[in-house]
């Protein structure tokens, strides 16, 4: 039986764009793994802890032990490895990851647990697996505004393409709800784009392995 992991991010609940999309991509799953058992996760109700002193510490411990200060980090990348399909669902804040997201990052980023550290570079020790990055912002990130303003600066989907390749998941699929606070036709507009994506990512021999 497959595992689908979602996080959901936004503030906004379930009424959040991402949040919607979201929801539409796990269906779209659920066609294709219909036993497939869902786990979900909303990390804005429920942030991670940020990174202290004690965590900061206890990384650099010997490997296998999990100290009390690690053991949220334990738990989350547990989560982690069980699921066969990791979907994120996030808003775009200051071009970035919101902190909550940042914040369970830097739980499941861990040296000698989830990468390890080489003289070639740091090396994933996650086997690979599908994720989806639902992303939605209020403007405009991969192009131009449709009135002519330059893209915005996104720091958002190459950090999570980094953080995810770093710990061994390279099979991103990333949907952009781009505008969508511009009034309803942009944002219709918008996730009808990334339900083409969609479909285009899980059409047959194209893109994303869903077996
Ligand atoms: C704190 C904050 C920062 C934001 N920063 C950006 C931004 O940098 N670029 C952008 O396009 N939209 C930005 N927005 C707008 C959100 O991305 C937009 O409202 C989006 O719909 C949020 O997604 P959600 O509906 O899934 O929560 C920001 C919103 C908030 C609350």
Redesign the pocket.
């Known amino acids: 039986m497959k595992t689908i992991l979602h996080l959901r991010c936004?503030?906004?609940g379930a009424a959040?764009?991402?949040?919607l999309m979201a929801e539409e991509v796990i269906a779209r799953l659920q066609q294709h793994h219909p036993t497939a058992r869902l786990v979900f996760r909303d990390l804005a109700a429920d942030p991670p802890p940020l990174v202290d002193a004690a965590f900061s510490a206890a990384i650099l411990g010997p490997p296998g032990e999990v100290p009390p200060a690690l053991e949220v980090s334990e738990a989350l990348i547990r989560e982690l490895e069980a699921a066969d399909i990791l979907v994120i669902?996030?808003?775009?804040?200051?071009?970035?990851v919101p902190a909550v997201l940042k914040a369970w990052v830097d739980q499941i980023v861990r040296i000698h647990r989830s990468f390890a550290s080489t003289p070639g570079g740091k090396v994933g020790k996650l086997h690979d697996r599908p994720a989806w990055l639902v992303v939605?912002?209020?403007?405009?990130?991969t192009g131009p505004s449709p009135t002519g303003a330059p893209a915005?600066p996104d720091f958002l989907t190459p950090y999570v393409q980094a953080v995810l390749s770093t710990i061994g998941i390279h099979d991103l699929h990333i949907l952009t709800?781009?505008g969508?606070?511009r009034g309803a036709d942009i944002a219709e507009a918008a996730f009808a784009r990334a339900r083409a994506a969609l479909e285009r990512a899980l059409s047959p021999g194209v893109g994303i392995s869903v077996n």
């Not at 959040?16 to 949040?19: D, G």
């Not at 939605?136 to 990130?141: D, I, P």
């Open positions: 936004s503030p906004r959040a764009f991402s949040s669902a996030t808003p775009m804040h200051n071009y970035g939605a912002s209020g403007g405009w990130f915005q709800l781009e969508v606070t």
